[in-house]
């Protein structure tokens, strides 16, 4: 069965750091499109980030330009998310996606972990 776990979530204060992982079962990781999604409370999901299939581009959202970097071990299917200077802002579940391209990842990934909680206090 095609399906991603999150894992790495938790409280943090500001100015933290967490680093996420995605471990993918999905038949053919490599050639996937991988990205992150969050959910905030009381909010819409938004994008995060996203790293093509072998690594060499990544792209993020301007909210976490600069805090975040995504990476990807096509070795061990899985991804991450190093979140630097965190802030209360960035408080939200996190959710690992795949998409067959970047245009997937933005309008409609083809699978979605069960996500990850990250919490940061001020």
């Known amino acids: 069965q095609d399906r991603l776990i999150e894992s790495g979530g938790g409280e943090v204060q500001a100015g933290g750091s967490l680093r996420l992982s995605c471990v993918a079962s999905i038949l053919g990781f490599g050639h996937y499109v991988m990205g992150w999604y969050r959910q905030a409370p009381e909010k819409e999901r938004e994008f995060v980030a996203h790293?093509?299939?072998?690594?060499?581009?990544?792209y993020y959202a301007e909210a976490v330009k600069g805090r975040f970097t995504i990476s990807r071990d096509n070795a061990k299917n899985e991804v991450y998310l190093q979140m630097n200077n965190l802030t209360p802002e960035d408080t939200a579940v996190y959710y690992c996606?795949?998409?067959?391209?970047?245009?997937?990842?933005?309008?409609?990934?083809?699978?979605w972990g069960q996500g990850t909680r990250v919490t940061v206090s001020s």
């Open positions: 996606v795949a998409g067959a391209d970047t245009d997937d990842i933005h309008r409609k990934p083809y699978f």
């Open positions: 790293i093509d299939w072998n690594g060499n581009n990544e």
